[in-house]
C-alpha cells in the first residue's frame, strides 16, 4: 500500500498546498493498480494530476462536506465530463448524508452529476475497493463527520497494512476506534494549546499525540495544519505526548506500507 500527500493545509488553501487529500493506492494479485482518494478539498484536483489521471482514481472518500475537503468534487465532474478521451464510469463518492446535494451545490446544479456515483456512509461500515477496505466511524466536529481507516495489502507481501484518517475531529470513540494500532495515521492539528484550543471540533498538536499514543500507532503524521499555524509548533505539541515516530505532512510526502 502507497500513500502520497496530495494537499495537508488545514480550513483554507495555503501558498505550497492545496486543501486535504490523500492518494493511496495498492495492487492486487493480476498487477491492477487501485486507486483511493481520501477527501478532495479546494485546489487539490490540479495536484493529484502530478500522482494519476483522475479518471484512474477508483473511488474518493469524503471525511466530511466542509469545503477544504470536498470542494473539488466539482472540478472532478467537469475533468470526467468533458475530457476527450471520456471517463472510464462513474467514480464511487462516499461521503455523509447530504453529499448529493452538496456537490448539486458545488457544481452549481440541480441534477446529479452522471460521472460521479453518490454513497451514503454507515458508521462503522466497511466498503471495499479492490485489495483495500475502508472502514468509516462517526467523530466529533461541528458538521457530520468521519474518520476514515484503510486496510490494505503490504508493498512486500508480508500481510496487511492500515492507514488511519482523522478528517477533522476532536478526540473521541470514534477517532481512537479508528486509529487503534494504526501503522500511519495522518492526523489533523489545526489548533495550538496556546490559541483557539477550543473542544469539540479539532485537535491540537498535543491532543494529536496523545490520541496516537493510547491507540498504539507506528507513526504519526501531523497534517490540516492552518497556513496562519508554525507546523513546528504544532510538532512540538504532539511530542510532548506521542513518543514514536513523528513528522509533519507535505505535499509530495510518500508513505510505503
Do not use: K
Amino acid at each position: 500500500m502507497r500513500i502520497r500527500v496530495v494537499g495537508c493545509s488545514g480550513s483554507v488553501p495555503g501558498p505550497a498546498s492545496s486543501g486535504s487529500c490523500y492518494l493511496v493506492e495498492a495492487d492486487d494479485a493480476s498487477g491492477r493498480t487501485w486507486r483511493i482518494v481520501l477527501d478532495l478539498g479546494a485546489g487539490a484536483l490540479g495536484p493529484l494530476q502530478r500522482w494519476c489521471d483522475p479518471r484512474e482514481v477508483d473511488a474518493v472518500a469524503l471525511s466530511h462536506l466542509h469545503a477544504d475537503h470536498c470542494a473539488d468534487l466539482a472540478a472532478l465532474h467537469v475533468y470526467l465530463s468533458y475530457h476527450p478521451e471520456g471517463s472510464r464510469g462513474p467514480i464511487a463518492v462516499y461521503g455523509p448524508f447530504g453529499t448529493s446535494s452538496r456537490v448539486e451545490q458545488l457544481r452549481g446544479a440541480t441534477e446529479p452529476s452522471p460521472v460521479l456515483d453518490i454513497r451514503v456512509w454507515q458508521a462503522g461500515g466497511e466498503v471495499s475497493v479492490g485489495p483495500l477496505t475502508i472502514r468509516a466511524e462517526a467523530v466529533e466536529h461541528h458538521s457530520p463527520a468521519y474518520a476514515l481507516r484503510v486496510s490494505g495489502p503490504r508493498e512486500d507481501g508480508g500481510g496487511g497494512a492500515v492507514v488511519a484518517y482523522s478528517g477533522d475531529s476532536d478526540e473521541c470513540e470514534g477517532l481512537a476506534r479508528i486509529a487503534e494500532g494504526a501503522d500511519v495515521f495522518l492526523c489533523e492539528a489545526s489548533y495550538l494549546e496556546s490559541h483557539m484550543a477550543a473542544r469539540g471540533t479539532h485537535l491540537t498538536g498535543r491532543r494529536a499525540g496523545t490520541v496516537a499514543e493510547a491507540a498504539g500507532v507506528s507513526r504519526l503524521v501531523l497534517t490540516h495544519v492552518p497556513p496562519w499555524t508554525d507546523p513546528n509548533l504544532a510538532l512540538a505539541e504532539a511530542e510532548s505526548t506521542f513518543f514514536g515516530s513523528i513528522d509533519g505532512a507535505h505535499p509530495g510526502l510518500s508513505i510505503l506500507l
